[in-house]
């Protein structure tokens, strides 16, 4: 059997939104609204039909024996090179072996199915076992054309074998004519393109059902005998009529990818047709068609094989891995339909060295560096003696192919003045999974994605133009794997050990299940007591939870100590400390209910309260914060209440226990801080046993403890910088809650103590909140009290709004001016600061010294322009300098290179 082994795609990352063409040019051609529905494929600026045929064939090849491969055809009709074997370049980037064939096929739009049929033929011959068939394009058209809306770009690849078949192909039919819809010149860039009608029906409407209908005859088929229908039409109505014309159910045809790619040219019958295979279960029957002077037709019928393929990304993969462009310009630069000045480093020689090319040839086109035959260093570039300084051996190198092995950003910068056609250009070192290292361009990312400890993947692009000579330098460079630049954000708890005291149900239960998910190994506690805390107490409640957190692929073990006593506590951490060997985060939940007025909270209902809520929390946070001590990391959360912060009728003892924890809290943060244990409080608002019938009914079903966790999940996480914070929480709604202190207000004089009198005529002042502060620690607090308003900053006390105001880091600015560094500067730095809060303001720097004033500046060497917020987060150094001058929230006018010496001359942050 021969037929299809393995397919692969790559759609580029980068979609044009086509409101975005009608938007810029609606004015001038506002037929184009007609066909700007979705997004259309758009190559990056680094990247072409050889670099997408290289990405789909490396996806094609996933999990194949390289090696086997006998021929390589290569279709497109959007090839870089005229004579220079582009089938060629795709070789060598993916280091296949010499002794096999390499062909283009070309200058028709059906030169892939050609190239498919040729590569059949060759393999039922018996002379070829494996051939991969790539076919590529990145079409150019004029702007504010139909066509630019209709194109789109993109690759696919077909390996043809006869060796674990997932398609059969059961047979072919071609039809080929001169029939000229469009032409390109061979010295021109654009299609000339004929009238729409007569393509739609002398062409599509013709050829196709003619080529197909040849098939049916040739292999005694009909219509009936197909599953799924395969044939490019960008003209969205004729493709659906065609199919109806040939007597095809609508749900046969495959979709032509208008909305989400736009038309690949060459590469897309190929496309259409593995959007199908993704889909095909065994049997299922597909017919594919490519048009283009003429047609060609296949059939194919799906084997058992389909299911053992492996992961391949493909077309559904490479449309999931997308960026929305909206930005015209943007996409007239990347396609040079535009003239910008690049500026003079832009006009530094490009010639290739063809001589140095092909000596280089694996290193620069197939990523080859060398591994130590010795001691097994991989290095990059391959020389001839090994890096590893305990080896240093000559001439042990082997070729070590690097392109397939996984690396992480180990460092990273983004260089606004280097030469990119979409600055800042990102650079930087990748570090490789296994070893070896290399500097690498980074690629389809963005600055702000970028992390140290990125997993990226090594991607074959173009490198630089010589646009005189028209050459092509590619090599390879890095890109972030899909996802793991959003990944950075992501809240995990890989190798942490936590603890959840109560976790047998409710909230408990749910944090457990949450942590789990996110890879912590997790200690689930529960006494399995009833409501009140009576009762001997199950372990069933703690083993179903471990068993879930099991059932998910998670980490856990139960505990079923009892937290009111020091035993218990302490066996509930030691039980962390046995089975992960560290305790990294604590939440003390556990809790029960015993309300009671006041007057009749008997000692036994008051204790039995205090003991699991206060002093469990005490029992098990002493030994766990010993613990975090050792590993200088520890997040803590305990619970309280609305009832203890606010008050609730019948709850005294909670009321007093809840709010006490508080004061634990308070304390330990400050215990905590040189230990980076942070503390902090939920007041959780959810549906449990303990709310059951306190909850008025219709909250109590809304009130999902799901809804509080991802507060709790932030407070555990590394993340989380806060500590001795509240948080109310529940049904997806959070605030903070504060204690606050008002301005004192001081009465009488050191020999005289003031009077009630006194007291009770400045109420309203000694009452008021206004201008009332959180206070770090009792010091500031007492502080506070007792230092004149005027010294308040000093005394350590946190603002109500941590933002501060423009005026007061201007203020500040002085103090945070580093003279050793100006000693040579001379400049004058204007701020216009926009929005509540803003005015301007600038400063003089000269020999060494330093001053602010407000106002205009007659010479400025540089203005710079940003809204009191960003400011304000920027001078916090929560908004780092250079992504706010590449969003545009940090505009600079003047000497933009003077700007840079903020950050050297002034302490940020
Ligand atoms: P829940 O009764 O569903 O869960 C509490 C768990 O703690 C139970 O599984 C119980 O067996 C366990 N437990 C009780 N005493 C224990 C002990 N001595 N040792 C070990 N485990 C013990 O209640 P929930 O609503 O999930 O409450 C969780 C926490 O949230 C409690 O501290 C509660 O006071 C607090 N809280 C809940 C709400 C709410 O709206 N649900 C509101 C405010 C505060």
Same mark, same amino acid.
């Given at each position: 059997m021969i037929g299809i082994t393995s397919y692969g795609a790559y759609i580029p990352r980068l979609r044009l939104d086509r409101m975005a063409i009608f938007q810029a040019m609606g004015w001038f051609a506002p037929a184009i609204m007609m066909v700007a529905q979705g997004e259309r494929s758009m190559c990056n600026w680094d990247e072409d039909s050889i670099t997408m045929a290289v990405a789909a064939s490396r996806d094609c090849l996933n999990g194949m024996d390289k090696g086997s491969l006998d021929a390589l055809y290569l279709a497109s009709t959007t090839l870089p090179f005229a004579d220079r074997q582009n089938a060629g370049i795709v070789s060598a980037a993916l280091n296949l072996r010499e002794d096999f064939i390499t062909a283009d096929y070309t200058a028709s739009q059906k030169a892939a199915t050609t190239a498919l049929i040729t590569a059949f033929e060759s393999v039922l011959s018996g002379e070829r076992k494996n051939i991969l068939v790539t076919a590529s394009d990145r079409r150019e058209t004029k702007t504010a054309y139909f066509y630019e809306m209709w194109f789109g770009d993109g690759a696919g690849s077909l390996m043809v074998g006869d060796t674990d078949v997932i398609a059969e192909? #059961?047979?072919?039919?071609?039809?080929?004519?001169?029939?000229?819809?469009?032409?390109?010149?061979?010295?021109?860039?654009?299609?000339?393109?004929?009238?729409?009608?007569?393509?739609?029906?002398?062409?599509?409407?013709?050829?196709?059902?003619?080529?197909?209908?040849?098939?049916?005859?040739?292999?005694?088929?009909?219509?009936?005998?197909?599953?799924?229908?395969?044939?490019?039409?960008?003209?969205?109505?004729?493709?659906?009529k065609i199919a109806?014309?040939?007597?095809?159910?609508?749900?046969?045809?495959?979709?032509?990818?208008?909305?989400?790619?736009?038309?690949?040219?060459?590469?897309?019958?190929?496309?259409?047709?593995?959007?199908?295979?993704?889909?095909?279960?065994?049997?299922?029957?597909?017919?594919?068609?490519?048009?283009?002077?003429?047609?060609?037709?296949?059939?194919?019928?799906?084997?058992?094989?389909?299911?053992?393929?492996?992961?391949?990304?493909?077309?559904?993969?490479?449309?999931?891995?997308?960026?929305?462009?909206?930005?015209?310009?943007?996409?007239?630069?990347?396609?040079?339909l535009i003239k910008t000045e690049m500026g003079i480093r832009a006009e530094a020689p490009t010639q290739t060295a063809t001589t140095v090319l092909w000596r280089k040839n694996k290193m620069i086109m197939g990523l080859v560096g060398g591994q130590c035959r010795e001691c097994g260093t991989p290095?990059?570039?391959?020389?001839?003696?090994?890096?590893?300084?305990?080896?240093?051996?000559?001439?042990?190198?082997?070729?070590?192919e690097f392109s397939d092995v996984p690396a992480k950003v180990k460092t990273f910068t983004a260089d606004l003045l280097a030469v990119s056609v979409d600055p800042p250009a990102i650079y930087g070192m990748v570090q490789f999974e296994g070893g070896g290292r290399m500097m690498a361009d980074f690629a389809d990312?963005?600055?702000?994605?970028?992390?140290?400890?990125?997993?990226?993947?090594?991607?074959?692009?173009?490198?630089?133009?010589?646009?005189?000579?028209?050459?092509?330098?590619?090599?390879?460079?890095?890109v972030p794997v899909?996802?793991?630049?959003?990944? #950075?954000?992501?809240?995990?708890?890989?190798?942490?050990?936590?603890?959840?005291?109560?976790?047998?149900?409710?909230?408990?239960?749910?944090?457990?299940?949450?942590?789990? #998910?996110?890879?912590?190994?997790?200690?689930?506690?529960?006494?399995?007591?009833?409501?009140?805390?009576?009762?001997?107490?199950?372990?069933?409640?703690?083993?179903?939870?471990?068993?879930?957190?099991?059932?998910?692929?998670?980490?856990?073990?139960?505990?079923?100590?009892?937290?009111?006593?020091?035993?218990?506590?302490?066996?509930?951490?030691?039980?962390?400390?046995?089975?992960?060997?560290?305790?990294?985060?604590?939440?003390?939940?556990?809790?029960?209910?015993?309300?009671?007025?006041?007057?009749?909270?008997?000692?036994?209902?008051?204790?039995?309260?205090?003991?699991?809520?206060?002093?469990?929390?005490?029992?098990?946070?002493?030994?766990?914060?010993?613990?975090? #001590?050792?590993?200088?990391?520890?997040?803590?959360?305990?619970?309280?209440?609305?009832?203890?912060?606010?008050?609730?009728?019948?709850?005294?003892?909670y009321s007093a226990a809840k709010m006490a924890l508080v004061g634990l809290m308070n304390t330990l943060k400050l215990e905590g801080k040189?230990?980076?244990?942070?503390?902090?409080?939920?007041?959780?608002?959810?549906?449990?046993?303990?709310?059951?019938?306190?909850?008025?009914?219709?909250?109590?079903?809304?009130?999902?403890?799901?809804?509080?966790?991802?507060?709790?999940?932030?407070?555990?996480?590394e993340g989380c910088q806060e500590s001795g914070s509240i948080f109310n929480s529940g049904m997806g709604y959070f605030n903070r809650v504060a204690v606050f202190t008002g301005p004192a207000t001081q009465l009488g004089d050191p020999e005289n103590p003031p009077t009630p009198e006194q007291v009770h005529a400045n109420w309203k002042k000694i009452n008021s909140l206004e201008g009332a502060k959180q206070m770090e620690d009792a010091n500031a607090a007492i502080f506070a009290l007792i230092m004149p308003p005027a010294e308040d900053s000093a005394s350590g006390e946190t603002s109500a709004d941590s933002g501060g105001s423009v005026q007061a880091v201007f203020d500040g600015m002085l103090d945070g001016f580093k003279a050793e560094a100006a000693a040579e500067v001379?400049?004058?730095?204007?701020?216009?600061?926009?929005?509540?809060?803003?005015?301007?303001?600038?400063?003089?720097?000269?020999?060494?010294?330093?001053?602010?004033?407000?106002?205009?500046?007659?010479?400025?060497?540089?203005?710079?322009?940003?809204?009191?917020?960003?400011?304000?987060?920027?001078?916090?150094?929560?908004?780092?300098?250079?992504?706010?001058?590449?969003?545009?929230?940090?505009?600079?006018?003047?000497?933009?290179?003077?700007?840079?010496?903020?950050?050297?001359?002034?302490?940020?942050?």
């Open positions: 192909y #059961k047979g072919s039919y071609s039809l080929s004519a001169d029939f000229v819809d469009h032409y390109r010149g061979a010295d021109k860039k654009y299609d000339y393109v004929w009238e729409e009608r007569w393509t739609r029906d002398a062409g599509y409407g013709t050829f196709i059902p003619q080529a197909i209908n040849g098939l049916f005859d040739k292999l005694g088929i009909t219509m009936d005998d197909v599953d799924k229908l395969v044939y490019p039409c960008f003209f969205k109505g004729d493709h659906r109806g014309e040939l007597g095809a159910d609508p749900e046969k045809l495959v979709d032509n990818m208008h909305e989400v790619c736009g038309e690949t040219g060459v590469a897309h019958s190929f496309l259409m047709f593995i959007s199908a295979l993704e889909k095909a279960k065994p049997g299922d029957r597909i017919l594919m068609c490519g048009f283009g002077q003429g047609a060609n037709a296949l059939y194919f019928e799906i084997t058992e094989n389909i299911a053992k393929l492996s992961e391949h990304q493909g077309v559904a993969g490479s449309l999931a891995n997308k960026k929305s462009v909206d930005n015209y310009l943007k996409w007239l630069k990347f396609r040079d290095q990059f570039p391959k020389s001839d003696i090994c890096v590893n300084p305990n080896c240093g051996a000559f001439y042990s190198q082997d070729d070590y990312c963005e600055l702000d994605d970028i992390y140290v400890g990125l997993p990226v993947s090594m991607e074959f692009k173009c490198k630089s133009f010589d646009k005189e000579r028209g050459f092509v330098n590619y090599f390879w460079k890095a899909p996802g793991a630049a959003e990944a #950075k954000d992501a809240v995990r708890f890989d190798d942490r050990v936590a603890i959840v005291t109560g976790a047998g149900a409710g909230l408990g239960r749910a944090y457990a299940l949450e942590l789990a #998910k996110r890879g912590a190994r997790v200690v689930v506690n529960d006494l399995g007591g009833a409501r009140d805390g009576s009762g001997d107490g199950s372990a069933a409640a703690a083993d179903q939870v471990v068993d879930e957190i099991k059932q998910l692929g998670g980490e856990a073990v139960a505990n079923y100590d009892n937290v009111a006593t020091p035993e218990g506590g302490q066996r509930i951490v030691q039980s962390a400390l046995d089975a992960f060997g560290r305790v990294d985060i604590l939440i003390n939940n556990a809790g029960i209910l015993r309300d009671k007025s006041f007057l009749k909270m008997e000692p036994d209902n008051w204790k039995t309260v205090m003991d699991v809520h206060l002093n469990g929390a005490y029992h098990v946070t002493r030994p766990a914060m010993a613990a975090m #001590k050792e590993n200088g990391y520890g997040r803590i959360v305990m619970t309280t209440s609305a009832a203890g912060l606010y008050g609730n009728f019948g709850q005294t003892n040189k230990n980076n244990i942070k503390v902090n409080t939920v007041a959780p608002i959810a549906a449990s046993r303990l709310t059951e019938d306190v909850m008025p009914p219709d909250l109590f079903e809304k009130s999902k403890p799901e809804f509080v966790v991802p507060m709790v999940m932030h407070l555990c996480s001379d400049v004058v730095f204007q701020f216009s600061i926009s929005g509540q809060g803003g005015g301007d303001w600038y400063c003089i720097i000269k020999n060494g010294t330093c001053s602010i004033d407000q106002g205009l500046h007659d010479k400025p060497a540089c203005t710079i322009k940003m809204t009191a917020a960003d400011f304000l987060a920027m001078m916090s150094g929560k908004l780092p300098a250079m992504p706010a001058f590449t969003s545009g929230k940090l505009q600079i006018a003047g000497d933009v290179m003077k700007s840079q010496l903020l950050e050297k001359l002034f302490k940020i942050g």
